[in-house]
DNA sequence: TACCAGGAGAAAA
DNA sequence: TTTTCTCATGGT
């Protein structure tokens, strides 16, 4: 498949997402640190668990970083435990807070190119690729499209042959197809997408299931997998 | 009981 | 460089 019919197909995939299931008004959260928070507590969880984890989190220490570094790391671990790899996380976390408040927070943040902020949270340790781009795109507003494991499901059936699985690649894919776009309007297009193509996974593209007989893209999916 | 969930890092091959 | 292992709770 070329370029050119490469981007009319993700085009019309988000197209029909958006016809599908419309705004999902992500990311659930009362504010932009909480955002922070929930893209590390959500790797390789359900969000209800991460909720839970919030919640018990919140009734410690307002969920703020000074409050949140200021915790002893097993107290963060038990008040986390329901989100799972509470030991990892609550390190992850204390350490994400750290240059948080090292770096000066949103105001000094807000201030830094994309790609430069992407590398400095990449440096993060626990904070891989689709967690730096959950916090660029749903904290930072930035036009980033979040790849996860739903995304590359999806484009393996709606795109026919994919040649990559590699994350970089398809985050270059999906972006190069909104970039005549303005940056808001790629902020507000890569925010739904992303979210939309996780509801989709859940109620319709059920996991690894070939049956598409209740799918919502069934008319133009490209699946038909063995 | 087994599998999966809004992953990432370290170790092994 | 690529693959495998580990981390862990809660729902289905």
């Known amino acids: 498949m070329d370029t050119r019919a490469q981007r009319a197909r993700i085009q019309q995939l988000a197209s029909d997402l958006d016809a599908a299931y419309g705004p ?68 992850r976390i204390q350490g994400f807070c750290d240059w948080f408040t090292r770096r000066g927070g949103f105001a000094a943040l807000d201030l830094v190119d994309t790609a430069s902020l992407r590398g400095e949270l990449l440096a993060q340790h626990g904070i891989g690729p689709e967690t730096a781009d959950d916090m660029l795109l749903y904290a930072f507003a930035r036009p980033v499209f979040v790849v996860d494991a739903y995304t590359h499901r999806l484009l393996q059936r709606y795109l026919k042959h994919p040649p990559t699985r590699d994350y970089e690649t398809v985050r270059a894919w999906v972006e190069a197809a909104f970039v005549e776009r303005t940056t808001a309007a790629q902020v507000q297009l890569f925010n739904e997408l992303h979210a939309q193509i996780v509801r989709h996974a859940k109620v319709a593209c059920a996991k690894r299931s070939p049956d598409c007989a209740n799918c919502a893209l069934q008319k133009r999916c490209a699946q038909q997998l063995p």
């Open 24 to 91: 999902q008004h992500w990311w659930p959260a009362e504010t932009r640190f909480e955002v922070l928070l929930g893209a590390i507590l959500t790797q390789n969880t359900a969000w209800t668990n991460v909720e839970r984890a919030l919640k018990q989190l919140r009734a410690v220490v307002p969920l703020e970083p000074e409050p949140i570094l200021g915790l002893a790391r097993e107290a963060l671990a038990e008040a986390i435990r329901s989100a799972g790899y509470f030991n990892q996380k609550a390190l």
